[in-house]
């Protein structure tokens, strides 16, 4: 074996056990939330279950808190969280937000409007209703980032 052929694979492993690592580490994640939602409470469960790890921020003046950190009101949902960076708004699947993560995109952060059926911590009677979370960036645009429910 070449020594070009050999620093390629070191490297490569070398990269498979730093995203293990990263993988398996707990990301610190700020939520602020309304005294009052429970669902959020359901949401906060989901995200720690997949390796997040909660500051949970109690505020009764979550308007200030999404105008704060730049989330549109047409995308606003019941809680709002903060994670290297990013912002988080609503009900967002953590694989979701893991791969906005690893993309490192320049996006301020992503949203599931609204509160959707069936999405995390909305797991209510069963229901799962088909639903989108975008992204969005400081000027308020927003794109599909993923699609869940039935019509993906």
């Not at 279950?49 to 109690?58: A, M, P, R, T």
Request: charged letters at 20%.
């Amino acid at each position: 074996m070449n020594a070009s052929k050999l620093i390629v694979l070191l490297l490569a492993a070398l990269s498979q056990n730093l995203s293990a690592e990263e993988a398996g580490k707990a990301l610190e994640m700020t939520v602020y939330r309304s005294p009052t939602c429970g669902c959020c409470g359901k949401w906060l469960e989901h995200a720690k279950q997949n390796g997040f790890k909660i500051n949970d921020v109690i505020s009764e003046d979550m308007e200030t808190i999404k105008a704060r950190f730049g989330v549109p009101e047409k995308l606003a949902s019941c809680h709002t969280a903060v994670v290297d960076g990013h912002v988080i708004e609503g009900h967002v699947p953590a694989a979701d937000i893991r791969k906005l993560l690893q993309s490192k995109s320049n996006v301020t952060g992503i949203a599931a409007p609204g509160m959707p059926m069936g999405s995390p911590g909305m797991e209510m009677g069963g229901q799962q209703d088909a639903y989108k979370v975008v992204s969005f960036d400081k000027e308020g645009k927003y794109e599909v980032f993923a699609e869940h429910g039935s019509n993906q």
